[in-house]
């Protein structure tokens, strides 16, 4: 991304009120990935650094993959399927989708860049190649990288490319954004008439102010894009996992000193170098939950895992920054007609039946809202039946196994949503009657989709 290092480096809950108690869901690796108001968590994933196994899926919305190369004639340069396939794979069993990163800083030279995007022929080839692209690897999206077009003919060329590359990514079902400098010169080489064709825009806020990358700096930059006519729901911004002047990452830093993670700034080899810590990560996190659409960080293999990880902190930011204990709240669960959850015959068995009954006070109806977003009765845990997403699917009992089917997030209108699905726990055709079966359907905050939860 932005940084002379970029060839190689390439610069760049929600506490949850339910009706009767107050709960902080915590989702699962398992569970799909969704935050208040389609706020963005992305995450650079580089080619050649990093584990993709041990990736933090649940703490993401969108991971760009960095990076594929073009060549003048719009061609593409190779990059390594079987990670890529990997990565998708891994990310999309986490409803985290997945974007091809286009360019990077590639030692400041666009030549290629530029050379496609001036001649019709070669734009079109171009992403011609990208479409083919992100079907073979079932990708969700393009994330544009170029640094950087040059205010002028290059702009109008980078503007004619973008609105080409719109119409074939969206007209597909697929996401189109774009890494952009943060200030200077080459902001006037992203034209407003961009804004319209992108779905966001990552702003890359590091590799300037000082110190590093600091909160004022950063605030500025995504205010001076806001300011060009970029919608806020648009700007995602972008939060340094490294040092500077010289780059070091985060997790080398911490493991000089732990207490690293929470200063900005420390004396590293005679010299200072600064950073983002955990405090003024979660403060940029808080400023972009109420100003901007999202966070971006660059990049992931750079983060620690732990209570030290500056991914963690955007998430925990992000959803309320309050963690359950593990063992959750225990009691009744409570619906329509104030008849309680109840498991069938008090059945262990996967498969039994979930649903309304008179309380009553046995274990059958006594439920556990554990801190990773289960709800668990008799050992086991509610489960949407064969992982299904469709309206009418049926809830069962069923081994606790940390998939999407087995989470539940309360929201705040009391209801209780499957973010697999995204569909809400539901008595069946609106009924309180005993032995009325519980499904998943669309959300709409009914009575017989509003449940009180343990006190």
């Not at 891994?90 to 666009?110: C, F, L, P, R, T």
């Not at 669960?333 to 046995?362: E, H, M």
Request: hydrophobic share 40%.
């Amino acid at each position: 991304m932005s940084s002379p290092l970029r060839r190689a480096l390439a610069a760049g809950l929600l506490a949850l009120a339910t009706a009767g108690a107050t709960l902080t869901v915590i989702p699962t690796a398992a569970q799909a990935v969704v935050l208040p108001n389609n706020f963005k968590s992305v995450g650079y994933m580089p080619s050649w650094a990093g584990n993709i196994n041990t990736i933090q899926y649940n703490k993401l919305t969108h991971i760009n993959y960095a990076f594929i190369l073009p060549n003048s004639n719009g061609s593409l340069q190779g990059v390594d399927g079987g990670r890529l396939s990997s990565l998708v794979s891994q990310a999309h069993a986490n409803n985290v989708k997945v974007s091809i990163a286009v360019g990077g800083w590639n030692d400041g030279n666009d030549s290629a860049f530029e050379a496609l995007a001036a001649n019709a022929t070669s734009r079109t080839t171009f992403v011609n190649n990208l479409v083919n692209f992100v079907n073979q690897y079932n990708l969700d999206g393009v994330d544009m990288d170029w640094e950087y077009p040059d205010p002028g003919a290059s702009a109008n060329n980078y503007t004619a490319l973008m609105t080409q590359l719109s119409s074939a990514m969206h007209s597909r079902g697929k996401l189109l954004t774009a890494a952009v400098v943060s200030e200077g010169y080459s902001v006037d080489g992203v034209q407003p008439a961009v804004f319209n064709q992108v779905d966001w825009l990552n702003i890359m806020a590091y590799d300037g102010g000082s110190p590093h990358a600091n909160y004022d700096w950063s605030i500025n930059s995504i205010n001076l894009w806001k300011a060009r006519g970029l919608p806020a729901s648009k700007a995602v911004l972008g939060i340094p996992f490294y040092s500077r002047p010289v780059y070091y990452n985060y997790s080398y830093l911490v493991g000089l000193d732990p207490a690293n993670a929470n200063r900005d700034c420390a004396t590293i080899g005679g010299s200072q170098q600064c950073w983002n810590g955990i405090p003024t990560v979660k403060r940029k996190t808080q400023w972009a939950l109420a100003n901007a659409g999202g966070v971006m960080n660059w990049e992931l293999s750079q983060d620690t895992s732990g209570s030290t990880s500056l991914l963690s902190a955007m998430y925990d930011t992000i959803m309320g920054g309050t963690t359950p204990p593990p063992t959750g709240r225990t009691g009744r669960i409570t619906g329509i007609g104030g008849k309680c959850v109840d498991v069938a015959s008090a059945s262990t068995a996967n498969g039994a039946a979930i649903q309304l009954w008179g309380c009553n006070g046995t274990n059958a109806q006594t439920w556990t809202v554990a801190g990773d977003s289960t709800l668990r009765a008799l050992g086991k845990c509610a489960d949407v039946a064969s992982g299904s997403t469709a309206n009418g699917a049926k809830v069962q009992l069923w081994d606790c196994n940390g998939s999407g089917a087995q989470v539940w997030q309360a929201q705040s209108n009391g209801t209780l949503r499957n973010p697999q699905s995204n569909k809400c726990l539901d008595a069946t055709d609106n009924s309180s009657a005993d032995g009325t079966r519980l499904q998943i359907w669309d959300c709409f905050a009914g009575a017989n989709q509003r449940w009180t939860l343990p006190a």
